[in-house]
């Protein structure tokens, strides 16, 4: 049986070094998946996990138990946090203050259920990077606009035109896969 949350933090604020590894055995691809959502490029990803887990075990005698969950939501915090300054260090970062001037079909009339997971991926991929990131900050990352404008530095607004133009380019991706699988 795997150890709780609680176990794994108590070992390791004990001072047991096996449970450092244990953490990064148990979080790492968890934390790679997080990053993967704002940085597209693996070997940046891997960069980002290496520093989240660097920050992790410098902090984590500090880290307060919650409950189970709570030292998975800190790992996917801390890794959220380093892909963020990542992208804004890197100038990876172009944001939208007005909603977009074009026009989709509705897009809540998309048949999502006929995409694969594996194109609808791909096609969240294809956005612009700081599109991209928004989607996966509100939409896996569950963040209002206003954490995700508090977090990016930038205004509600700004979140949301941003938000509202990679709806309709994935609208389009969608409708154009669409119709392409009906030929």
Request: net charge negative.
């Amino acid at each position: 049986m795997q150890e709780t949350e609680r176990q794994l933090v108590e070992a390791i604020q004990a001072g047991d070094r096996e449970a450092l590894r244990r953490l990064y055995e148990r979080f790492s691809r968890y934390a790679m998946g997080v990053s993967l959502r704002i940085v597209p490029e693996r070997e940046d990803a891997l960069d980002i996990v290496q520093d989240t887990f660097v920050s992790i075990l410098t902090t984590i005698g500090s880290f307060e138990y919650r409950g189970e969950g709570s030292l998975r939501n800190w790992v996917a915090k801390i890794t959220t946090n380093r892909a963020l300054d990542w992208m804004r260090d890197h100038g990876r970062l172009l944001f939208y203050d007005q909603l977009p001037d074009e026009t989709a079909e509705e897009e809540d009339e998309t048949p999502l259920e006929e995409i694969p997971p594996d194109i609808l991926s791909e096609m969240i991929d294809r956005l612009p990077d700081t599109s991209r990131m928004i989607v996966n900050l509100r939409t896996f990352g569950q963040m209002s606009h206003k954490e995700i404008a508090d977090r990016l530095g930038i205004s509600d607004k700004t979140s949301m035109s941003t938000f509202s133009r990679a709806r309709i380019q994935l609208a389009n991706m969608i409708r154009e896969y669409l119709n392409s699988q009906r030929i």
